[in-house]
């Protein structure tokens, strides 16, 4: 059995039977609300939300604190942050809590929890607000600007890793985000849309070009594998199959309320201008001839861009031995043209940031580690 809830709603107020853990969730549902406690789904305008839609998180019901006199976290008769999260619904007249926590509901009547929409986490089992820790590193006076974000894993995350700008740095963070004044960004929000819309980190696919299907997987095929690194590699073939769920991690997912695809990693203004590109030995993959493919994440298809037996020696200075075992290499190369209108200089970093998420996400898949099963073992590029 699941239990949750914030200590201000009397610390559960959910439940949610656990039978079955389905492999494509996120988290545990957060489930439906106790006896004589309610949860709601409410925007902006404190209007219920309809199934699928996110929205902040509402609390009701019996099990609701008074306020905030005097509890551990020290707001000793705090009124003004007791009227800012406990509030009374102007239409139905129930006193709720504002949760600040993201939430939607699910056809089945549970709810899923989606984040945050503040800046808190919760560092073993202790609330800490990120913007406090940010506002006590600024007043160094070494610091021009910081950031502050929670690391390690979703369910339990362990520390806090800070990001600072010293004073001596020519730009701070805020002037590299905002591209007013740099030549040839575009301005105009809907042209900015616009440009997006038109996915310009996808290579074009000529009428010409070899195109092979790469099925996705099923659902009860997605592999889970624990995250470990290889040096040593089998000889035996890959099948083309196994090969593509390995790809699949980096493939879009195309929703209906959403004009853009969606990937499993992220990217600076959802522009995802890294391109996969794949060198494949010959007769290592099945039904592949060797060659460099271009793998497309919108139709989940390979590329043939060249016919190749061997990409050289050199490529892989260092790492020789490993290279000669692997059947394939994978290169995640930036495509400037389809960020720089939108972040100028910035771009280049912005794009290893994103290769950086590409090898390793934390959706459960990892080019390191998602192989195409534990006996087929590689090495990406």
Request: net charge negative; with cysteine; proline share 7%.
């Amino acid at each position: 059995m699941g239990l949750g809830g914030p200590t201000e709603t009397s610390i559960w107020n959910n439940h949610y039977l656990i039978e079955e853990v389905d492999p494509d969730w996120k988290s545990i549902p957060y489930g439906k609300p106790l006896a004589n406690q309610t949860l709601h789904v409410l925007d902006t305008n404190l209007e219920p939300r309809p199934i699928w839609v996110s929205g902040e998180l509402y609390i009701g019901g019996r099990g609701l604190a008074r306020g905030y006199w005097g509890d551990a976290r020290g707001y000793w008769g705090d009124e003004e942050k007791t009227n800012e999260r406990f509030i009374v619904h102007p239409v139905t007249h129930e006193r709720l809590y504002k949760s600040g926590d993201l939430a939607r509901y699910l056809p089945d009547g549970n709810l899923e929890i989606m984040g945050r929409s503040d800046f808190q986490v919760k560092i073993r089992g202790n609330r800490i607000e990120l913007k406090e820790v940010e506002a006590v590193l600024a007043e160094h006076p070494g610091v021009r600007e910081a950031v502050v974000t929670a690391v390690g894993d979703n369910r339990n995350l362990q520390t806090l890793a800070a990001y600072i700008v010293p004073v001596e740095a020519g730009q701070s963070v805020n002037e590299a985000l905002d591209p007013s004044g740099q030549e040839g960004v575009i301005l105009d929000p809907a042209k900015r849309l616009e440009f997006k819309l038109n996915l310009p980190g996808l290579r074009p696919l000529t009428g010409d070009a070899v195109e092979i299907p790469m099925a996705a997987p099923g659902t009860d095929e997605a592999p889970w594998l624990a995250r470990q690194s290889y040096r040593e590699f089998r000889r035996n073939p890959i099948t083309r199959k196994s090969f593509g769920r390995l790809l699949f991690c980096l493939g879009a997912i195309q929703r209906e309320e959403s004009p853009l695809p969606k990937y499993r990693y992220p990217s600076t203004g959802s522009l995802y201008p890294v391109q996969c590109y794949l060198y494949v030995k010959p007769e290592r993959i099945e039904d592949l001839e060797g060659g460099i493919y271009y793998y497309h994440p919108v139709c989940c298809s390979l590329s043939l861009l060249s016919r190749v037996d061997d990409i050289g020696d050199g490529v892989f200075s260092g790492n020789d031995a490993a290279y000669g075992q692997a059947a394939f290499a994978i290169f995640l190369i930036g495509n400037q043209g389809a960020i720089e209108p939108m972040y100028a200089n910035w771009s280049e970093r912005f794009s290893l940031l994103e290769a950086g998420h590409m090898r390793w996400h934390r959706t459960g898949t990892d080019l390191r580690t998602d192989a195409p099963g534990r006996e087929t073992r590689f090495r990406s590029g």
